[in-house]
């Protein structure tokens, strides 16, 4: 089955600095490439994904890019906020019908001001 | 717009006794359901999921189960819980190629 590597564990950045995480996927099948951002305690809420026909996609200070010879995908944050310290997690999918989103271990993403 | 519930919201019970917990969507049909289970501080781990009434995968042999008795209801269950049963329980829905939305979560306590 899908297995998706998540590096790094945790990131800490300066207030105005990008941060940058990356993802791996073992089934070249899969073709749905979501991120979620999870505040504590909270559920995780989408804050962009990318499908295989797409090599990048942006919105506001946010972008994905994905690399499908390489199976690789990474979540790019600039001008970085202390509101943008949460978990971030990434995922992968294949279209089939009930096939389950795989996560990443997640990335602890602190801001400091 | 749709909406998925959970309850409860937090649970604390002890070892051996049983569980149910519920996840019901609304404003969708014949949508695909998940359940996933979050220790402390860690990742999201699937544990079940249905694409239909009375269709589960499981993908973790365990002493967890799921049923999934109407189209937008979907349950999980134990006989008898253990002390790594404690965790974070998030019920998600998906229509196939979709975005996946997750429920508020029920928060399990095992002591």
């Known amino acids: 089955g899908e297995n998706v590597e998540q590096h790094p564990s945790t990131l800490s950045v300066q207030e105005g600095d990008s941060a940058v995480i990356k993802c791996t996927y073992s089934?070249?099948?899969?073709?749905?490439f979501p991120w979620y951002k999870q505040e504590l305690g909270k559920r995780p809420q989408l804050i962009i994904d990318?499908?295989?026909?797409?090599g990048e996609k942006k919105d506001q200070r946010i972008a994905v890019t994905l690399n499908k010879t390489a199976k690789h995908f990474s979540l790019h944050i600039t001008e970085t906020q202390p509101e943008d310290s949460a978990v971030y997690f990434c995922?992968?999918?294949?279209?089939?019908?009930?096939?389950?989103?795989?996560f990443g271990k997640g990335t602890t993403l602190s801001v400091s001001s | 717009s749709q909406t998925i519930h959970q309850w409860p919201a937090t649970l604390v019970q002890p070892v051996g006794s049983p569980l149910s917990l519920e996840c019901t969507v609304e404003?969708?049909?014949?949508?695909?359901l998940y359940w996933y289970r979050q220790a402390a501080g860690r990742g999201l781990q699937l544990l079940f999921y249905?694409?239909?009434?009375?269709?589960i995968s499981s993908e973790v042999p365990q002493n967890l189960s799921a049923s999934r008795p109407q189209d937008r209801q979907f349950i999980l269950s134990s006989k008898k819980l253990l002390l790594s049963d404690s965790g974070f329980y998030l019920c998600?829905?998906?229509?196939?190629?979709?975005?996946?939305?997750f429920g508020p979560g029920t928060r399990l306590l095992v002591l």
């Open positions: 998600a829905w998906r229509r196939q190629g979709e975005t996946q939305y």
């Open positions: 089934d070249s099948a899969s073709n749905y």
């Open positions: 990318i499908r295989s026909n797409v």
């Open positions: 995922a992968a999918s294949k279209g089939q019908a009930g096939t389950a989103l795989i």
């Open positions: 404003g969708t049909s014949n949508p695909n």
């Open positions: 249905s694409v239909g009434i009375g269709q």
